[in-house]
C-alpha cells in the first residue's frame, strides 16, 4: 500500500495535502491476461477431460472462472479508493472517494487529536484516527503497518495536540 504526500501551498488555503492510495499493482490490461490465460489453461484441461467422457468438469471450470474474475473485479474497484487530509491552519479534512461513494469530515485543526489505537488482537492491525469532540475518522485503513506508523507520525507533526496548532511549514 503507498502513501503518496503532496505539498501544496495555495493563495485560498495554505497547508499540506496528503493523498493515500493504496497500491494496486495490477492493470486492468493485466487483470484481463491474467484471467484469460488462465480461462485457456482450465478450458484446455476441463475439455481433454470432457472429451474423455467426465463432461461434469466443464461446468465446474466455468464456475471456477466465473469466481475468478468476480473476485479479480473486486480487488480492482477496491483499488480505485483515495482518502485525502488537507491540514490548514483552521482545519483538518478527511475526504474519502471511493467508486461507490464519497465522504468528507472536518476537524477544527487546535482541537483535533491522532491516535494510534492499538489492535484488538495479535496479528490485526492498529488504527489510525483523528478525533474531536467525540467524533472519530478512521485513515489509512488499507495501509501497512509501516506505513501506517510513518503517517501518524507526521500527522501528529503537522496536527499537534489537543490546543496546539503548530506553525504548517
Not at 473485479?73 to 479508493?81: C, N, V
Not at 465522504?103 to 474531536?132: G, M, N, Y
Not at 501497512?144 to 504548517?168: D, F, I, N, Y
Request: charged share 20%; proline share 6%.
Amino acid at each position: 500500500m503507498a502513501v503518496s504526500t503532496l505539498e501544496t501551498q495555495s493563495a485560498l488555503a495554505p497547508g499540506h495535502r496528503i493523498e493515500l492510495t493504496p497500491n494496486c499493482s495490477l492493470t486492468p490490461r493485466s487483470a484481463r491476461a491474467f484471467v484469460g490465460g488462465l480461462a485457456f489453461v482450465t478450458f484446455g484441461t476441463a475439455t481433454f477431460f470432457a472429451a474423455q467422457g467426465l463432461w461434469p468438469i466443464l461446468p465446474f471450470a466455468g464456475l471456477e472462472i466465473g469466481l475468478l474474475w468476480w473476485a479479480v473485479r473486486a480487488s480492482m474497484r477496491a483499488g480505485r479508493q483515495r482518502e485525502l487530509i488537507l491540514i490548514t491552519d483552521d482545519s483538518v479534512v478527511i475526504e474519502r472517494l471511493g467508486p461507490a461513494r464519497a465522504s468528507r469530515t472536518v476537524f477544527a485543526r487546535h482541537w483535533a487529536t491522532v491516535k494510534l489505537r492499538d489492535p484488538p488482537a495479535a496479528r490485526h492491525p492498529s488504527r489510525l484516527v483523528i478525533e474531536s469532540h467525540g467524533r472519530a475518522c478512521e485513515v489509512g485503513r488499507f495501509l501497512t503497518e509501516e506505513e501506517r506508523l510513518g503517517l501518524a507520525g507526521r500527522l501528529r507533526q503537522l496536527v499537534g495536540r489537543s490546543s496546539e496548532s503548530p506553525a504548517l511549514d
